[in-house]
């Protein structure tokens, strides 16, 4: 690992050079209120001197989320260098059926808190969102989100400059804000499922779609997303599409792939397909498919 600065050294290297630093001074608390002091002043100066630090935030904990908050309302110009955003919470792993699972309280508070419906507005040169939980298995339903919530992530679509979608463990989603991403060129989906009938806060059926570039469907037996994809393709989203990877593992999404499979022969330069550990790739050079690399 590489400290960038004193924030970035792990925990316990922190705690290891105060307790040096304690053992030779003679008063212990106006050492530790200096050092607190040095700390925050440490951190000011490189939000305000390393801005590009920024450009890649991953998020694993909501107290990360919550501080991310806290510097952006310090210093509002740092948004603007933000590109990716990648929310990763550590959810726990749960192998039940879909129907007996509980909603990750972790989850839950990622998609539920007021944090984001704040960041989210002010990131306006966002390229990459991504929402993929560490684990997957315990999913939430868009029902659970909170009004702000399904707003700012239904916003997304306004951001300009946004190319590339992920979404992963979420049941139950509106779509329409999603093909109105007009520069969307990379879309990720996993355990991901839509519902026509729900809420959405932007609906124009002039809205320019996106041509999506890279399609990834990861492991959809668990959730099938075949209904949005199909969605998308009767849009037209995929009529560029150069990129496809999938995950088979049933009937359904070997219907889903050939369905793809039908209208984008002439866009196609790589198809990945993904089962268990074997992998076969058809790359740009035209190795013919069944090259096995897994």
Request: hydrophobic content about 40%.
């Amino acid at each position: 690992m590489i400290a960038l600065t004193f924030l970035d050294l792990p925990n316990d290297i922190i705690y290891h050079i105060l307790a040096q630093l304690l053992s030779d001074a003679e008063d212990h608390i106006a050492l530790m209120k200096r050092a607190a002091t040095v700390r925050r002043a440490h951190r000011i100066f490189d939000n305000i001197t390393c801005p590009h630090l920024f450009k890649t935030v991953y998020i694993k904990r909501l107290e990360r989320l919550h501080e991310f908050q806290s510097i952006l309302e310090s210093n509002g110009k740092l948004a603007l260098y933000v590109r990716s955003l990648i929310l990763n919470p550590m959810a726990h792993y749960d192998d039940r059926p879909r129907e007996h699972r509980t909603v990750n309280g972790t989850v839950l508070s990622f998609l539920q808190n007021d944090s984001l419906p704040v960041i989210l507005p002010q990131l306006v040169r966002l390229q990459n969102f991504a929402y993929a939980p560490h684990f997957r298995g315990s999913a939430i339903s868009w029902a659970r989100l909170s009004l702000p919530m399904s707003r700012a992530l239904q916003n997304l679509s306004r951001l300009p400059y946004l190319n590339h979608l992920h979404l992963e463990n979420i049941y139950g989603a509106p779509i329409v804000w999603i093909s109105q991403c007009k520069n969307l060129e990379k879309l990720t989906l996993s355990e991901f499922s839509w519902d026509p009938n729900i809420s959405i806060v932007h609906a124009s059926a002039q809205s320019k779609r996106p041509r999506i570039k890279d399609l990834e469907i990861d492991d959809p037996p668990r959730c099938p997303c075949d209904a949005a994809i199909r969605t998308f393709h009767a849009m037209g989203m995929f009529s560029a599409l150069q990129r496809l990877s999938i995950f088979l593992a049933g009937e359904n999404n070997i219907k889903l792939l050939l369905f793809l499979l039908k209208d984008c022969t002439e866009t196609l330069t790589e198809l990945v397909i993904t089962q268990n550990s074997t992998r076969l790739t058809k790359p740009a050079d035209g190795v013919p498919l069944g090259s096995i690399d897994g």
